[in-house]
């Protein structure tokens, strides 16, 4: 069995990365500092789901109710460490005091609005942050790592679908830019350290537990509370949406591939194969909530990309990479989280 240590674990992507995992009988490290993007109660609430324990809490104040959190989590396979990426001192006595096999990095300032809101502070987790990791895997000679890029650094390309060795050099936000700092960071790590690496491009992760401030998310809060949506643009502007269970085996297979292999550096999309427009997406939303939309039509948002389309041969051919789920299903799966109270915190 192997030991993992994964950073953001507490969050969407990375609750169910642990949950897999913690299954397969692995031991996890779960680096998380629970930060503000949303509600410190849902990370909690995914904390202990991914564990499969009771997810009765009482919450009163965010200090106090993660130490509960940590005395109710913490034992043999699995350790939850509040630490933020950046504190080197912290990062320095996890690595110091561990045996890991493999790092899987996913903790960052996620979004592209939110990144230009905070521009700084998307660059100094996703990028700084990043650095430390790949510092301290040097040092404590870690040589295997997985890290989370993203779709978005494909920014406006023309071609589609968007292939790993297209042209990613014209990026227009600040999180596609350190989302692609991430890849460059890695490919020195692995030229000058051998450190294996294999960076995922993921193409917009949907389904339980989802981030709220996602656009599936969001719309559907929206649609059953009766209220308006900003529906930005004319809603022929389409993604590939990937449901989070596909998403959890192409991270699983890249695992497998980086610990079997040796001298690796390699990109991936990890998508969904199918692609929705705005439009129907909030459609399909609807009717999965029985319910009816007001669109309030706004703008187009600066940084928000046209399409996202992946090609995923690259992921079927290399780690069997197979996406299984429609859009559909994948979105009655969500919508029936929601109802069962997802959305409460
Ligand atoms: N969800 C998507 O559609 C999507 C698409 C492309 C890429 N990604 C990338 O996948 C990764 C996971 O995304 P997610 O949707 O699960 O986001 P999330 O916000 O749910 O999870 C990220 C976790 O990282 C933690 N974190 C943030 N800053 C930290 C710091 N400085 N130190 C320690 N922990 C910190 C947060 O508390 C959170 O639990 C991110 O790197 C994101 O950029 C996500």
Request: hydrophobic share 35%; glycine share 8%.
């Amino acid at each position: 069995m192997s030991v993992y240590l994964i950073t953001g674990g507490a969050g969407f992507i990375g609750s169910h990365l642990c949950e897999a995992l913690l299954k397969e009988g692995h031991h996890i490290i779960n680096v998380d500092s629970f930060a503000d993007n949303y509600s410190y109660q849902r990370k909690v609430i995914n904390v202990l789901e991914s564990l499969g324990m009771d997810t009765e809490f009482t919450f009163r104040n965010k200090k106090d109710d993660l130490q509960l959190l940590l005395q109710r989590v913490n034992g043999d396979r699995y350790r939850l460490e509040l630490t933020d990426i950046r504190c080197m001192d912290s990062m320095e006595h996890i690595f110091q005091t561990s045996r890991i096999d493999v790092v899987v990095h996913l903790a960052a300032y996620p979004g592209v609005r939110a990144s230009m809101d905070n521009p700084y502070e998307a660059e100094e987790v996703n990028v700084k942050g990043t650095l430390h990791i790949l510092e301290l895997m040097r040092k404590h000679g870690i040589r295997k790592w997985i890290c989370a890029s993203s779709s978005s650094v494909y920014g406006t390309n023309a071609k589609v679908p968007f292939a790993e060795d297209d042209a990613v050099e014209s990026p227009i936000s600040v999180y596609a830019m350190t989302k692609k700092s991430c890849e460059l960071l890695g490919h020195i790590y692995h030229h000058q350290y051998g450190i294996d690496t294999i960076m995922l491009r993921f193409f917009t992760v949907f389904g339980e537990r989802q981030r709220p401030d996602l656009a599936i998310h969001k719309f559907t809060a929206l649609i059953d509370q009766g209220l308006e949506i900003p529906f930005y643009g004319d809603g022929s502007t389409y993604r590939d949406y990937t449901y989070i269970k596909d998403i959890i085996n192409g991270i699983k297979g890249s695992i497998e591939y980086v610990e079997q292999q040796q001298n690796v550096y390699q990109i991936l999309n990890l998508g969904g194969n199918q692609t929705h427009s705005l439009a129907s997406m909030v459609e399909d939303i609807a009717q999965e909530l029985g319910k009816k939309t007001i669109l309030h039509k706004l703008p187009k948002q600066p940084g928000d990309v046209d399409r996202t389309y992946a090609d995923i041969s690259k992921a079927q051919n290399m780690i069997g990479y197979e996406p299984m789920t429609t859009f559909r299903e994948g979105l009655q799966a969500f919508v029936s989280w929601y109802k069962g109270g997802g959305y409460e915190w």
